[in-house]
């Protein structure tokens, strides 16, 4: 089996299809969390695909530097490594090196930089990014790319974006032919309408296995964001996926899949879990409140995680003020089953042609609040 994406329905600008690859399918929209050094914090990988998972996010810039993408292969690659046999995205390292490495260097060659872990020096090319996820054993390969911080000038954003169309194409030919996996390109041009239209020709000239939309969630806002989108998916072929990197909230996530996004990716529901912040349908409750201290309701009565079947909003208060681990092993797996259950609802609303009933709904109950008994 090679790599193929099939769309399956659209209800306006929302769609809903299948990517399929040697490791298993990917339904979209779809979301991904974030394994960023072979691991998502405080689970197991089957407890991952439990919630409904298809595909998980590794890093590349993380784990060049540690173990080591050619340590990751001697021993078999990253599925094996981390025991998670399904499909494996992980990103290029450029939005890491810009915004965790030391004493970078920008060139039109690469990026020289030192690890922020240790100080040891480091060059990333678009040939090395490649190599890198080629021995990790990604699935799913992101081109190479800068990523500079909004709000940029115009003139900064636009030499990015076309040096980032250059090493795009210099990525797409270190990647070679690779039958069953996928390489994606990534649109840049910051919030500049023009740039965005730019960058996805270049792409489109280059040709890619799907495409994402980079360069948001860096500072913007919600409100810029959705503006943004409400124009550059559409500036990418509609036959291949789209990815939106690193978004983000649910409302953030149903904004974009209304606005045309198949997959996207984020650390907060892992992130949120391990500091007491748990997603429901009404909102997003702080577990630590003393309000929960008595509180014998699970966090949401409609969710079947471990967190909700086997434990009150009491115990789950305990355990998080107590420091537990277990208090972050619920809650992630809570937050991750959460965000699993809202894609599969959106996929389902898709498919049925219902999907601004089911935005409206989601929205209504996120302003009707937790306070109000579930």
């Known amino acids: 089996m090679g790599y193929s994406f099939d769309l399956q329905a659209t209800d306006g600008r929302a769609r809903t299809g299948v990517i399929s690859m040697p490791r298993g399918e990917i339904r979209t929209p779809a979301f991904m969390p974030v394994g960023t050094a072979g691991t998502v914090k405080a689970m197991l990988p089957g407890s991952v695909r439990a919630t409904g998972a298809d595909v998980l996010l590794g890093n590349t810039y993380h784990l060049m530097l540690r173990p080591g993408a050619e340590r990751v292969a001697r021993l078999g690659g990253l599925h094996r490594f981390m025991n998670w046999q399904r499909p494996i995205l992980t990103d290029s390292g450029g939005f890491q090196v810009m915004s965790l490495a030391e004493l970078r ?16 020096r480091h060059e990333l090319t678009p040939e090395r990014s490649m190599e890198i996820q080629a021995l990790l054993g990604s699935d799913i390969v992101m081109c190479f790319d800068e990523c500079p911080a909004l709000p940029a000038e115009r003139a900064r954003i ?30 840049q041009g910051g919030l500049e309408e023009d740039l965005r239209a730019e960058s996805a020709e270049a792409l489109r000239a280059i040709g890619f296995d799907g495409y994402a939309v980079g360069g948001l969630a860096v500072g913007e806002g919600q409100a810029a964001m959705f503006g943004c989108l409400d124009y550059a998916p559409e500036q990418l072929p509609a036959d291949k996926p789209r990815y939106l990197m690193g978004v983000g909230k649910p409302d953030d996530i149903v904004g974009a899949v209304a606005r045309g996004i198949d997959m996207m990716d984020c650390v907060l529901p892992s992130r949120s879990g391990r500091t007491g912040q748990a997603f429901t349908r009404r909102g997003v409750v702080n577990i630590k409140n003393a309000r929960h201290a008595d509180d014998p309701r699970p966090l949401d009565e409609a969710c079947g995680c471990p967190a909700c079947a086997g434990y009150s909003r009491a115990y789950l208060h305990h355990v998080v003020r107590s420091g537990e681990i277990i208090g972050s092993m619920l809650l992630t797996w809570h937050n991750l089953q959460y965000y699993q259950e809202l894609m599969a609802g959106m996929r389902a609303a898709i498919a049925e042609g219902r999907f601004a009933a089911f ?8 302003a009707a609040g937790d306070i109000e008994p579930l």
């Open 105 to 120: 260097k920008l060139t039109e060659e690469g990026v020289t930089f030192r690890s922020h872990i240790d100080g040891s």
């Open 359 to 366: 935005e409206a709904e989601f929205h209504a109950k996120r």
């Open 158 to 187: 636009a030499e990015s974006m076309r040096l980032s169309m250059r090493w795009a194409a210099r990525s797409r030919e270190a990647f070679g032919d690779r039958p069953g996996h996928a390489l994606f390109g990534i649109q």
